[in-house]
């Protein structure tokens, strides 16, 4: 639309300077090599790729992305009922709500992890608690479930909020007017509040899903450091290795990745649904 | 649904949210320094707060350049959520690509790449540099929640207000925000999310002049997080509640025919 | 409406906390950069106010956080506390200036035992600042052997029971002084032979931790962990079931030191920070504070006997000879990065 132009190039500006720029210039040490401080001894090579690409890396790829999928489903399947509900609540105790779902995003990360380890030790309450009736201790930490529930945790209230707003908007007219046609509630939900819930659902997925992929505190502290995942890879190339241009690859084939994932998703959502996000 | 149904999974997410917050808050009047080790109540880790420089400076750092660049960036954000909307399928499509980078990237990767950036452009780093960083990566947050709102947007009000001569601020002011308003708060809020827990963007965009909680926090994690970091992080949760509190009372006291509707 | 006023409020509220930070002001400024928790706070003020000066005190989680930030150039220091390995990297990097020792008279007060050590064979670059071992912390409830040697963590017995550090030369070295090898080595042959064994060990293993060891060993999640003995010691302080030992196979030395920064903008003030350290009334409090083992033997002195008489603290010399500071090994490093990834990653 013409009157929105002038935005639309600030914004896209802003974006080509801000945010591609920045990124260029890694995708650029991406595919040199030798060191990063001295630009004349840079040479171009496809090698940082090649040992980007190692066999047990892409393992790793495959183990992060199944564990963002799980959390995501989880997410959904918790998430989706709750901002359901919410929708249904008294509007002053709504935003109550959500103001108390996403204040426990508000503590320090390390802090609240450090608290939950302490929860789901096997000293610690949970476990005291079924041992005390007979259930004996439970291995709830350093493993798939320590993790899983790390992630489903930080993650939740970023599944919840992005629904809640699309429940929240569904005009009443259209609900009543189905009603009028016949409908029960069943078909109300299934057929007029489920798809036009999708947009929030799509937004909601994208905010879990893939920031999940490259997230590695959670994994490595809840999983004992048995879960190197494709962050805790690219943390572990940057930092430790001091390679960013392996790094730097990584990244770059992550990004691509996801990026499709993203296109994918975007096409399902608009597929079905007729969302014009984008 | 049943009544007593929604109630217990309510109460039970509620539970499980809190349940981390809880803990820290007791342990934050443990007279051991140890996590796990009760040896008894005591007040002196709140004592110890107010004495502490460095904390405070990290505070001062975290809630300024969280304040700021929610508003920045949420400004920013619905702006840029309207005008992409309402744009050619292409710019929309490679704008929007672009605007999920922060978002598919590692926070490493983000960082390490502003700083980089920042470097180049010898750029005086500190609060404006860890400003800056934050409002980029807020911006893409604010524009993923506000922009299906846009969907449920009703363009015949629009399109009568582009019939009827107004330039693009009052429609977006008059005709656009008040349908999104939601939207946009809760882009906000997103925003403010991301900005106040967040620990290797603004470690790498700080310079030697900026601080924040998280990085203090990090850094302390070697030797042991004290517990004046519970208090005040228990303190920090204590102000939160009672100012959620006070902005339902001034919203129930300010109107009770209309709709209350702060986010919904 | 309302939410303007409350905008406003906070507004307030920051520029109220803002204003305890001081700032503005017109005194030098000294940039340290440590990490957290690392320095008695009243050791700065103290320095503030004799000197006349503002300490810009900032803090960094690890070394290698620490080195990105100071090789990109976006941030300048007048002090940082690399560890031995990083110091060796910086010097090698051309990162560090040589001091100029003749502004740090209370040199003298550092144990002659710390001096001429490989990571800076001539004190030109540096100043010790704390130093320690690598060893074992473990549950004197839950272990009822003799813990003297590295076999205790790779005793069955514990399987699952044990924490390693996530760390490759710390815990590569300790498979190495456990095979009889230098924790420096650069023979693939025996390099492999660790890696064999270290897989032999995951199983064993209930977590690779970083900084969670104090917690989980005081909440009694283990009954053995590999750790530094600074920690160790704070630890076993506290917590009367918990004990260090210094496996007789040998270990590993550790030192983290006092540095100035190639683009420091004031050495000399750099310098006179670096020497106000070891005046022995504040290198006591740091020490004090801090709890690690102290390279001052002014400091030392000062000590309550009980800590200075404790092995874990403060070995005695022939255990020290057997333990072995890390060198860097230049591009050899990568070798042992890539091996413990590869222990990592493997699921087997």
Known sequence: ?278 | MVKPLKRILIGGLLLFLYLPIIVLALYSFNASEYLGRWEGFSLKWYGALFSNAEIAEALYYTLGVALLATIIATAIGVLASIGLFYSKAKIKKHVMTANYLPIVNPDLITGISLMMFFVFFRARFGFSTMLLAHIIFDVAYVIVVVMPKMMQIDFAQVEAAMDLGANQWVIIGRVILPQIKQGVLAGALLAFTMSIDDFVISFFTAGNRATNLSIAIYSMARRGIKPYVNALATLMFVGIILLIFFINRINDSKKDNENGRLIG | MKKRHLVVVLIMMIAASGLLTGCGSDKPVLNVYNWGEYMDPEVIQMFEDEFQVKVNYKTYPTNEDMYAKLKSGSAEFDVVFPSDYMLERMIKEDMVAKIDMANIPNYSNINDRFKNLPYDPNNEYSVPYFWGTLGILYNTTMVDEQVDSWASLWDEKYAKQILILDSSRDSIGMALKYLGYSLNTTSDAELAEAKALLLEQKPLVLAYVVDETRNMMVQGEAAMALTWSGEAIDLAAENEDLAYALPKEGSNLWFDVAAIPKNSPNQELAEAFINFLNRPDIAYLNASYVGYSTPNTAAYDQLDDEIKSADSYYPSDDVLDRCEVFYDLGDYNDVYHELWLDIMIDNK
């Not at chain 1, 998430?79 to 320090?108: C, D, E, F, K, Q």
């Not at chain 1, 590695?216 to 879960?227: C, K, N, P």
């Not at chain 1, 995942?229 to 430790?240: A, C, D, Q, R, T």
């Not at chain 1, 392996?246 to 096409?267: D, E, Q």
């Open chain 1, 1 to 278: 639309m013409k009157k929105f132009d002038g935005i639309v190039y600030f914004y896209g500006i802003w974006v080509a300077v801000l945010v591609v720029l920045p990124l260029l210039i890694l995708v650029l040490l991406s595919f040199t090599s030798g060191d990063i401080y001295d630009l004349s001894s840079l040479t171009l090579t496809l090698d940082n790729y090649k040992a980007a690409l190692d066999p047990s890396y892409i393992g790793v790829m495959m183990h992060s992305l199944w564990l963002a999928f799980i959390t995501n489903v989880i997410c959904l399947v918790i998430g989706y009922p709750v901002a359901y509900i919410i929708t249904g609540l008294n509007p002053r105790i709504r935003n109550t709500m959500v103001l108390l779902i996403l204040a426990p995003m508000w503590s320090n990360f390390l802090l609240r992890t450090y608290s939950w380890m302490l929860v789901l030790g096997n000293n610690g309450p949970i476990n005291s608690v079924l041992e005390s009736i007979g259930l004996g201790t439970v291995q709830l930490m350093y493993n798939n479930f320590g993790v899983i529930l790390g992630m489903v945790y930080n993650f939740l209230p970023f599944m919840i909020l992005p629904i809640y707003l699309s429940l929240t908007r569904i005009d009443n007219a259209l609900v009543e007017a189905a009603r009028d046609l016949g409908a029960t509630s069943k078909d109300v939900f299934f057929k007029v509040k489920l798809p036009l819930s999708m947009p929030g659902v799509f937004s909601g997925t994208t905010l879990v899903f893939l920031p999940a992929i490259t997230t590695f505190v959670i994994s490595r502290l809840l999983g004992g450091g048995q879960y190197v995942l494709i962050g805790n890879l690219i943390e572990h190339k940057f930092m430790v290795q001091n390679d960013w241009q392996v790094g730097a690859a990584i990244a770059v084939i992550v990004a691509i990745i996801l990026l499709v994932v993203l296109g994918v998703l975007r096409k399902l959502a608009r597929g079905r649904l007729e969302l014009s996000l984008w």
